[in-house]
C-alpha cells in the first residue's frame, strides 16, 4: 500500500527555468510534509517541509505547496540551478509518528 | 556532512549470514531511526529509537532487530540474510521523538550472494 506516491520517476529541466515535482497521498491522517534531496552515494538531506494548517511554504529558490482536498503538494524550484540534480522524495508524517517516503523523482538539469 | 556517521560502508556477504551494522547519530540527538531502500524503491521506515527505547516500529522483519546504546549509537541486526535484503540501510537522527527533519548517515550498502 503506497500511501506517498510521486508518480514522475524521472524529470528533465532547462537550466534557469522551473522545476515542478509532484507527490500525491492518500492517508488524510498526514499532517507534516517534507521534501529531501539526495546525491549519489550520500544519505538523502532535508530540503524544505510544510504542515497541514498552511498551503505553502518558501526558502530561497524552493516553495512547497499543499492542496489538501487534492492530497498534493509539489516542490517548486525556481531558478533551476545544474546543482539541483539529484533525486528528490517526498516525506509524510501523521500526528508525529514515522515518515513514510515516496519512491523519488530524478530531476535532471540540462545547462 | 550531516553528522550522522555509519559502518561500514559496503557490506558483502553470503545468505544465511548475521550482519551488524553502526550507526552514531548527530552529537546531541537522541532519536535514532533505521531505513531500507531496495533497488529503485523509496525509503522504507523500519524502527526508531529513542532515548534508548523503541518509539515506532515500521515494516522490519523478525529476522532483524535494533538497539540503542547508552551512549546513544545504534546497531541494527541482521539475520539469516536472505538475496532480497541487499539494499541500502540508512540511519538518520533527530533531536526530538518526532521524526520531523531527520539527518541522514551516507548509508551501508548490503551485498548479500
Known amino acids: 500500500d503506497q500511501q506517498v506516491k510521486q508518480n514522475s520517476p524521472s524529470l528533465s529541466v532547462q537550466e534557469g527555468r522551473i522545476s515542478i515535482l509532484n507527490c500525491d497521498y492518500t492517508?488524510?491522517?498526514?499532517?507534516?510534509f517534507l521534501w529531501y534531496k539526495k546525491y549519489p552515494a550520500e544519505g538523502p538531506t532535508f530540503l524544505i517541509s510544510i504542515s497541514s494548517i498552511k498551503d505553502k511554504n518558501e526558502d530561497g529558490r524552493f516553495t512547497v505547496f499543499l492542496n489538501k482536498s487534492a492530497k498534493h503538494l509539489s516542490l517548486h524550484i525556481v531558478p533551476s540551478q545544474p546543482g539541483d540534480s539529484a533525486v528528490y522524495f517526498c516525506?509524510?508524517?501523521?500526528?508525529?509518528?514515522?515518515?513514510?517516503f515516496g519512491q523519488g523523482t530524478r530531476l535532471t538539469i540540462n545547462p | 556532512d550531516s553528522g550522522v556517521t555509519q559502518t561500514p560502508k559496503h557490506l558483502i556477504t553470503a545468505t544465511g549470514q548475521r550482519v551488524t551494522l553502526r550507526c552514531s547519530p548527530r552529537s546531541g540527538d537522541l532519536s535514532v531511526y533505521w531505513y531500507q531502500q531496495s533497488l529503485d524503491q523509496g525509503l522504507q521506515f523500519l524502527i526508531q529509537y529513542y532515548n534508548g527505547e523503541e518509539r515506532a516500529k515500521g515494516n522490519i522483519l523478525e529476522r532483524f532487530s535494533a538497539q540503542q546504546f547508552p551512549d546513544l549509537h545504534s546497531e541494527l541486526n541482521l539475520s539469516s540474510l536472505e538475496l532480497g535484503d541487499s539494499a541500502l540501510y540508512f540511519c538518520a537522527s533527530s533531536v526530538a521523538a518526532n521524526p520531523d527533519e531527520q539527518y541522514f548517515g551516507p548509508g551501508t550498502r548490503l551485498t548479500v550472494t
Open positions: 492517508n488524510s491522517m498526514f499532517d507534516y
Open positions: 516525506a509524510a508524517s501523521p500526528g508525529a509518528q514515522k515518515l513514510v
